[in-house]
């Protein structure tokens, strides 16, 4: 049973297009991240979230934004998306006290511009 | 310098094999260490977590880390088909985004 939700789970869409990704959690963290995965390869991460209203750049945010304006949902926009963001998007969250700081992903989204 | 380096892989034995995957890294700053399964076109799910320097161990699975060396290794006894995935190892300092390695692709042949 997942505790953090990605939709859509397969994009495929044209170049140009605007989307967005959406990541909701059900576990009250405060803390969210959005990584970018290629087929066997590392993860970039993307942005981060440390609260409501709090947003942070990571390694591949020049293309993309996230907005936080509730805890349990932090989404992802590409405002014109191309070939190149071809890819697959995974989310997750993390606690922000506790001795446990390990991240819950989401399934991902897997998508394809054309 | 990649903060944390990981042999990508691939790496194949055979069923019932002790598996040792390793990482090293290199900001000294970094106290959480963890380790991450992750099945084709899913999600990564934590498998492992320690803190400091020692071992951890849960069931099949040791973690163990030497802050010394700056060393991190997973260890899986009685390998099994179902452990094939790649395996990601990942740490942190504190209030920063945590750092993965690349991950090594583990296969147990039956």
């Known amino acids: 049973e997942a505790d953090i939700y990605q939709t859509p789970r397969y994009l495929v869409i044209g170049t140009g297009k605007k989307i967005t990704l959406e990541c909701s959690q059900t576990?009250?963290?405060?803390?969210m991240y959005w990584y970018q995965q290629d087929p066997g390869m590392e993860l970039h991460l993307i942005h981060y979230?440390?609260?409501?209203?709090?947003?942070e750049k990571g390694d591949l945010s020049s293309e993309s934004t996230v907005s936080r304006i509730r805890t349990e949902h932090f989404p992802l926009t590409l405002e014109s998306a191309r070939p190149s963001h071809t890819s697959q998007y995974l989310c997750?969250?993390?606690?922000?006290?506790?001795?446990?700081?390990?991240?819950?992903f989401g399934s991902g989204t897997r998508l394809t511009v054309v | 310098q990649k903060e944390v380096e990981q042999d990508p892989g691939p790496l194949s034995v055979p069923e019932g094999a002790i598996v040792s995957l390793n990482c090293t890294y290199s900001n000294s700053a970094f106290q959480y260490f963890m380790w991450y399964r992750q099945y084709s076109r899913k999600g990564p799910e934590l498998l492992m977590y320690?803190?400091?320097?020692g071992n951890k161990e849960d069931g099949r699975f040791t973690a163990q880390v030497d802050k010394s060396s700056k060393y991190i290794s997973l260890f899986i006894r009685d390998s099994q088909p179902s452990d094939s995935a790649t395996y990601l190892c990942a740490s942190y300092s504190g209030n920063t985004p945590l750092v993965f390695g690349k991950g090594t692709r583990l296969s147990v042949i039956a």
């Open positions: 979230s440390y609260g409501v209203n709090s947003t």
């Open positions: 320690t803190y400091s320097s």
């Open positions: 997750a969250s993390s606690e922000s006290f506790g001795a446990n700081y390990g991240y819950t």
């Open positions: 576990m009250g963290h405060d803390k």
